[in-house]
């Protein structure tokens, strides 16, 4: 409901009243940040003018010494204001553009009405500089939580002392940029109304931004949930997760503020090119950054000089593009298998047989030669340091071999210099001989100690490879246990084993070897983190979150995931019960999210249709064009031109967003290369899985490449049956549908696939192109 005149008039007079507060405080930290950075600049001068000093005595070093960590430590204050000032005007800037984007005014219990609280929500607090009363309340605030939990009428927010309840008595919502208000408006009703569907129909961008200002009440309590260490957060396709999961980074950085910093945070991301998309949400939030990485980074990090692991984009490319056969099937059995809790089961046993027999080990060299044998080290491990844990014995072997190192250094640079010395070919004096053998031996021992150190002498490539060399040994680990019959496991023994030979481990088994090789070796856990929070969570099996779990053991998660969207070949995740079991009942809890605010009300019914049992998936009221199914003739170059069309189309009426969906990379080449032939405007860019950069204005991707993604319009270049025609594959289509805002066009040539042709006919238009031949 728009505002009168009269408080139009008002909110704009507040508005350059806060204004001229925040230019009055940028004014003051922007001094106070050059006065400290001169200061800064100041110690360190005379800190360098003192390390320079020619100290003649002891006594003058000593004197010198203690003056340069008394002024270090001055430096490290003076450092630290500044960076808290420069922090705080940065916090400023962003505020100055749109300082607040919401009001509510709140009469608490008991009190008249002339004390009802007017309080105005933004990105971050702002204190009056004389009266240090609030202006603006950060939205991670606990008072601003009612702006997005409740209508007009009863409200409450929780303090220390308990909650505060009262009367919610108006709630206005702001639009501000540039420190104008473009848009101001009343609404009784929770954020969903006239500024959600503004914000809505805006356009995509190329980098996510954050949703503060249209935050739903479902999506505020993931945010602000804090009753389950292991918080898993089921939500249909277009529900907000990842933008909710930063959104939460943002409160949790605020709420602990003094105990957690950005840097004890970690997002697991699906690739490099969604970090990219999401890399300006918390700066925008006046945040830093939280570290990022892939589950595929950290696997290469630590088995990178073993083998070369495959990432799961190669594994589903493989799988997406093999022919129909005995290897497509022995292939499908292994994923199915490696990524099941059965076999997560069966490592574990292996892992117990290891204690006492066939660990794998490698020969410490000297140079090129041996130096111990893989027979003296399995004598150390299973002998001497036999009754300890398993990464104990590998620390005492370490001990041990280093030890003797500096006699095997002493000797081997006597028979070095022996042999200099009796050989015309070394030049110099017996003092020159000496310095040269000794440092030619000491890099070979540096190299070896290097090699110690990091457990090279395991190797968990062999160690992991005899479990499929060995049909006796692999059912010695499944005695009893659920695992495939003879013959299936002959075939998946058979394809692991040509592909190890190629000196690639399937993606399929680097989570298994990664889980074996950190238990052999001890885990490495990252004990100063206190936030995981893993993005597209259907995809990651039993073993990787086994591993998640001992590699951070002191940090809470966050996991967001749809399973509608668990695209990964062979890996059927139907359900989070085996989380709960694995991180206990207790300790963690689901949360639904249903309403879908990505696609306009036409496409969110669409797509659902195609998902079995009927999902609840709702949609928020945004109309729009219904999906079209375009009929192609035969001739794939008449589909082409037509797609080539519409792309330049378009372009030309302003559609900043398109993406142009295919099945797999190979045909993402082949389409992107026929549209730039059919006349597609030349800015159409391919974008493929190493690509670190999201460019977002015109673009071919594969589908396991969109995930996460979002755009004005999709072009789906071949929906037939002979294109998507495995039930295996649904998930897969949907996800590609799924990633339109706006527009949806799916091209077909010959019956469309099964998904679309069990549609009613009410939910899309149908075109069909004419032939030119």
Sequence with gaps: MSVSPEEQRFEEAHLSGVIREIDHQMAKYGGITQERRENVIDVRKMIWEEMRQDNANWSNKIETAGDVVANSLELARIERGYLSAQSALRKLGLLRSSPYFGRIDFLEDGANPSQTEKIYIGLSSLLDDRTLEPVIFDWRS??????YDYTLG???????????????????????????IQLVFDSGIRIGDDMLQFMLGKSSDEKMKSIVTTIQSEQNRVIRNEEYPVLIVQ????????SIALQRVAYLLYKYRKSIQADQMILFSPNPLFSDYISNVLPELGEDNMRQTTFQDFAEYRLGRFIQPQDRYEQMETMLTASEGPAKEAAAAGIAYKVSRNYLDAIRRYLELLASESICFDPVPYGEQPWKREEELSELF???????????????????????????EDRQAKKLFRKMMNHPKYLGTEEELGIMSKKQVRRKIAAMAAFIKGFRFVNPITTYRQLFESPELFRRVTAGADA????????IRADTLSKLDTGKVPYEDVPPLLYLFETITGWNSFNSMR????????????FQYEIIRRLFPRSKLTLLGDLNQAIQPHMRIESYEFLEDLY????????????SYRSTAEIVEFTKAMLPGGEAIESFSRSGSKPILIQAPDRPEEGYRHMADTLRSMQAQGVPTIAVICKTAAESEQVHRALLEAGAPDSLHLIVKEEAEFRNALVVLPVYLAKGLEFDTVLIPEAGERHYGSEEERKLFYTACTRAMNGLLLYHTGAVNRFLAELPSELYQEAKLASHS
């Excluded at 009863?154 to 009367?167: D, I, L, Q, W």
């Excluded at 299973?382 to 003797?404: N, S």
């Design 235 to 242: 939500g249909a396709a277009g529900s907000g997760k990842t």
């Design 142 to 147: 606990p008072i601003a939580s009612m702006y």
């Design 584 to 595: 206990g009942k207790d300790q963690t809890g689901i949360m639904r999210l249903t309403k």
């Design 531 to 542: 936030h995981v929070i893993l993005d597209e969570a259907q995809d990651y099996s039993p």
């Design 484 to 491: 495939p019959n003879e013959t299936v496991w002959e075939a």
């Design 154 to 180: 009863r409200a409450k927010y929780a303090t220390p002392e308990g909650h505060v309840e009262g009367e919610l008595l108006l709630k206005r919502q702001f639009k501000i940029n540039g420190g104008l």
């Design 382 to 408: 299973y002998g001497r340091f036999g009754h300890h844990q398993i990464h104990v014995r590998l620390e005492r072997m370490a001990e041990v071999l280093l030890a003797e190192l500096p006699e095997l």
